[in-house]
């Protein structure tokens, strides 16, 4: 996978996230402020039936998708990351981003590949043609 792809995939994995985040908290937001929710001191015990509140489950609903298909974004990007760099002669990016993954701080990781990392991809296709053309009889 492509330094390109996987920059695509992982900045498009963050904008579904927020998005998500926003839509599920607007819709928590709404159903305080119109009394959905029946209360008791700071504890939800209920919820009051009405089409807006069935409204705001299917809004919650639709930002948690939102959330968790932007999380399996960012996964899927981490793992083109990871393929990517493994293609590089050096290892230590890959073995950055893997312990980096592996440790919970994969968001760091991600960002510093997207800023500073190598394209191993374009390496293995140049890689491929200096051998083809060595191959080639003059």
């Given amino acids: 996978m492509s330094r390109a792809t996987v920059t695509r995939l992982f900045i498009g994995g963050?904008?579904?996230?927020i998005a998500g985040a926003v839509l599920a908290i607007a819709a928590v937001w709404i159903a305080i402020a119109n009394d959905?929710?029946?209360?008791?001191?700071?504890?939800?015990?209920?919820?009051?039936?009405s089409?807006?509140?069935?409204?705001?489950l299917g809004l919650a609903i639709v930002g948690s998708l939102a959330m968790m298909?932007?999380?399996?974004?960012?996964?899927?990007?981490w793992i083109g990351a990871l393929l990517n760099?493994?293609?590089l002669d050096s290892k230590a990016w890959f073995i950055a981003l893997l312990l980096l993954g592996i440790f919970n701080f994969g968001f760091f990781a991600m960002i510093a590949f997207l800023?500073?990392?190598?394209?191993?991809?374009?390496?293995?296709?140049?890689?491929?043609?200096q051998a083809a053309a060595r191959a080639t009889p003059a």
Avoid at 36 to 42: A, D, H, T
């Fill in 69 to 77: 298909g932007g999380l399996i974004a960012g996964l899927v990007a």
């Fill in 115 to 129: 800023v500073a990392g190598p394209d191993g991809a374009s390496d293995a296709a140049l890689r491929k043609t």
């Fill in 14 to 17: 963050g904008l579904a996230l």
């Fill in 51 to 56: 089409a807006l509140a069935f409204s705001l």
């Fill in 36 to 49: 959905v929710f029946v209360m008791n001191g700071s504890d939800v015990v209920g919820i009051r039936g």
């Fill in 85 to 87: 760099t493994w293609q």
